[in-house]
């Protein structure tokens, strides 16, 4: 079955580690997405990329970075500079052209202690 | 400015009922409007895809995008237990993507009484 796959569910870091959220996708999808969903407030745009070795900040990045080095993976990194990385994180993918039209995986929640 | 305002509920109703969720917003330029169903602790799943004002159906889902009121709404017809999730709407500009992105409302919490 095709589909997007996040690791690990559940995460739970110190302050003052980066962490790294691994999302992979067997769609063949060309454009990733992270999304951050904390409470009561709707899911907001990390990153995106729309093609391997790409991708552009989204309207809240400070904090993160990405990489795209394959076509399948767009592992994200909580760093120690995100000052409050508490939230369930959310990857999706899309086909070129139809970014509308976005397929989730299922999400890691990331707990700082 | 790309607000959507989504009542974020509880909405609770009889198995069976009509319901109807709703979002509004102020940006004039979107034209894509879509409907995501998140159940607890899951990722969203796109429910209904429309593009500009009318309507779309399918099955018990209709999508009504109303742009000269900026009003979206998703009926949902015979509503079962299993439709009980968190509905979040979401909006775009453009088809193409770009660094606007998809912008979400907050979502709607319903409970479907058995």
């Known amino acids: 079955d095709g589909g997007i796959t996040q690791s690990p569910k559940y995460l739970f870091r110190k302050e003052g580690q980066n962490v790294t959220l691994s999302c992979e996708q067997n769609?063949?999808?060309?454009?990733m997405y992270w999304y951050r969903q904390d409470p009561g407030q709707g899911l907001r745009l990390i990153y995106y990329?729309?093609?391997?070795?790409?991708?552009q900040k989204g309207d809240i990045a400070e904090g993160y970075s990405v990489s795209r080095e394959k076509k399948e993976s767009f592992p994200l990194t909580v760093t120690s500079a995100q000052k409050n990385p508490t939230a369930f994180y959310l990857c999706?993918?899309?086909?070129?052209?139809?970014?509308?039209?976005?397929?989730f995986g299922p999400g890691t929640r990331l707990t700082v202690l | 400015q790309k607000e959507v305002e989504q009542d974020p509920g509880p909405l609770s109703v009889p198995e069976g009922a009509i319901v109807s969720l709703n979002c509004t917003y102020s940006?004039?330029?979107?034209?894509?409007f879509m409907w995501y169903r998140q159940y607890s602790r899951k990722g969203p799943e796109l429910l209904m895809y429309?593009?500009?004002?009318g309507n779309k159906e399918d099955g018990r889902f209709t999508a009504q995008v109303d742009k000269s009121s900026k009003y979206i709404s998703l009926f949902i017809r015979d509503s079962q237990p299993s439709d009980s999730a968190t509905y979040l709407c979401?909006?775009?500009?453009?088809?193409?993507?770009?660094?606007?992105?998809?912008?979400f409302g907050k979502g709607t919490h319903l409970i479907i009484q058995p």
């Open positions: 979401a909006m775009s500009e453009s088809s193409g993507g770009g660094a606007d992105g998809l912008t």
């Open positions: 940006n004039s330029a979107f034209q894509y």
């Open positions: 769609l063949n999808h060309d454009a």
């Open positions: 429309t593009y500009s004002s």
């Open positions: 990329s729309q093609i391997v070795n790409d991708f």
């Open positions: 999706a993918s899309s086909v070129p052209g139809h970014f509308v039209r976005q397929y």
